[in-house]
């Protein structure tokens, strides 16, 4: 159990108390239950379209949204749009772009790049309350945390001395694969493989360009991979 909450606690805004520090063996084993909190968050975002079923498609999937956000505390948000300022402004060298990922200001791609991937999800979130669907968005919030135990599996973590440093130390990989595994089945079965593939090419890309920009990963780059990830199962699973 405290596992699973040392993962809500990190990766949610949602009030709860964790017994073990953070250094202690349970980080590794939080890993474990990325997934699990994900799809806590997806069945909470799914009360509104629930409780106010009938309403205007277009207001539950503002709410939708603004409670996605406020949930998360715009954790994942903050990771990509310092990765796109870090890709666009660190014109290829490494501790330039580690510089600009540490600045807590935003720039011009940064902040077209968070209006795109919200504006994304809008439109997949109206499109899926006017189906009345939600296997999408109960979903979508798992395969996202996926992201980052595929990247944690298969990619350096470059910022010595992080939180994500200890935890990585930890890592339960064989159990670790089994979970991801399962995830990613579960989620070909109820949306369909084109929108798990579309988003599994999506990752490989953020991977690709954060090896070749950083020589690894690091945290904003999990965030990023968390959000392209979400939008790009929302966006693909409505247009099938």
Not at 169 to 198: D, K, W, Y
């Given at each position: 159990?405290?596992?699973?909450?040392?993962?809500?606690?990190?990766?949610?805004?949602?009030?709860?108390?964790?017994?073990?520090?953070?250094?202690?063996?349970?980080?590794?084993?939080?890993?474990?239950?990325?997934?699990?909190?994900?799809?806590?968050?997806?069945?909470?975002?799914?009360?509104?379209?629930?409780?106010?079923?009938?309403?205007?498609?277009?207001?539950?999937?503002?709410?939708?949204?603004?409670?996605?956000?406020?949930?998360?505390?715009?954790?994942?948000?903050?990771?990509?749009?310092?990765?796109?300022?870090?890709?666009?402004?660190?014109?290829?060298?490494?501790?330039?772009?580690?510089?600009?990922?540490?600045?807590?200001?935003?720039?011009?791609?940064?902040?077209?790049?968070?209006?795109?991937?919200l504006v994304l999800k809008f439109a997949a979130l109206t499109s899926m309350f006017e189906q009345t669907r939600l296997a999408p968005l109960l979903l979508a919030p798992v395969l996202g945390r996926?992201?980052?135990?595929?990247?944690?599996?298969?990619?350096?973590?470059?910022?010595?001395?992080?939180?994500?440093?200890?935890?990585?130390?930890?890592?339960?990989?064989?159990?670790?694969?089994?979970?991801?595994?399962?995830?990613?089945?579960?989620?070909?079965?109820?949306?369909?493989?084109?929108?798990?593939?579309?988003?599994?090419?999506?990752?490989?890309?953020?991977?690709?360009?954060?090896?070749?920009?950083?020589?690894?990963?690091?945290?904003?780059?999990?965030?990023?991979?968390?959000?392209?990830?979400?939008?790009?199962?929302?966006?693909?699973?409505?247009?099938?």
């Amino acid at each position: 159990m405290d596992a699973f909450l040392l993962a809500l606690q990190f990766l949610t805004r949602i009030p709860v108390s964790c017994r073990d520090a953070a250094g202690a063996p349970v980080l590794g084993r939080s890993v474990l239950y990325y997934p699990a909190v994900g799809l806590l968050l997806g069945m909470l975002l799914s009360l509104p379209p629930i409780l106010f079923a009938g309403s205007a498609p277009m207001l539950l999937a503002a709410i939708v949204l603004a409670g996605w956000v406020l949930l998360t505390g715009g954790l994942h948000l903050d990771g990509l749009a310092d990765c796109a300022d870090a890709w666009v402004g660190g014109y290829g060298d490494k501790q330039r772009s580690l510089q600009i990922m540490k600045d807590p200001a935003s720039g011009p791609i940064a902040v077209s790049l968070l209006v795109l991937v919200l504006v994304l999800k809008f439109a997949a979130l109206t499109s899926m309350f006017e189906q009345t669907r939600l296997a999408p968005l109960l979903l979508a919030p798992v395969l996202g945390r996926t992201a980052i135990l595929g990247l944690m599996l298969t990619t350096d973590y470059i910022r010595p001395k992080g939180l994500a440093e200890a935890l990585l130390q930890q890592l339960p990989r064989a159990h670790i694969q089994a979970v991801l595994v399962i995830s990613v089945l579960t989620a070909a079965v109820f949306l369909g493989l084109p929108a798990v593939l579309f988003a599994g090419g999506l990752l490989c890309w953020v991977r690709q360009t954060a090896v070749s920009r950083l020589g690894g990963v690091t945290g904003d780059v999990y965030g990023a991979a968390v959000e392209l990830t979400e939008a790009a199962v929302l966006m693909v699973a409505m247009l099938q």
